[in-house]
């Protein structure tokens, strides 16, 4: 069995732990990674994680890595709700992926219940907290074990 697993984080993401912990927990970002990491590991399959605070640079991460990737776990963060190009570049490369929320956006802001991303997703987790994180890698991991 092979294949990388991309984890990619947009905006804000890297305040995890410390951005409205009422909302989104204690749990930072490198600890998120390194269950991850090990949870993925563990069932065979590599794993590359990749965050930025710029749309551009997360388009050419995406463009780079996708088409070598076997699947991805994608929280867009605020650019699920605003970013064309980012869609663009994920259903460009063809790469199946979890769209993965923190929070509900459903119980927040009008403006967060939309999302770029979930209908060529291959599915969506929110509002689990961080534990979304591992459901939704555990989803990846089953999927490609059945490939």
Avoid: W
């Avoid at 905006?11 to 970002?29: A, D, F, M, V």
């Avoid at 923190?102 to 939309?114: C, D, I, K, Q, T």
């Amino acid at each position: 069995m092979s294949g990388k697993i991309l984890l990619i984080n947009g905006p804000n993401l890297n305040l995890l732990g410390q951005r409205e912990p009422e909302i989104y927990g204690s749990t930072n970002l490198a600890q998120i990674e390194a269950a991850l990491k090990a949870q993925i590991q563990a069932a065979g399959f590599s794993f590359e994680a990749f965050q930025s605070n710029h749309e551009g640079e997360l388009i050419d991460f995406v463009q780079q890595q996708g088409p070598k990737a076997s699947f991805g776990i994608v929280n867009a963060g605020a650019l699920t709700h605003t970013s064309l190009g980012l869609r663009d570049a994920l259903k460009g490369v063809a790469l199946p992926f979890v769209e993965l929320h923190v929070s509900n956006v459903y119980a927040r802001e009008p403006f967060r219940h939309h999302s770029y991303l979930s209908d060529i997703a291959q599915g969506v987790v929110a509002g689990l907290g961080v534990a979304g994180y591992g459901l939704a890698a555990q989803y990846v991991i089953d999927c490609l074990k059945e490939a």
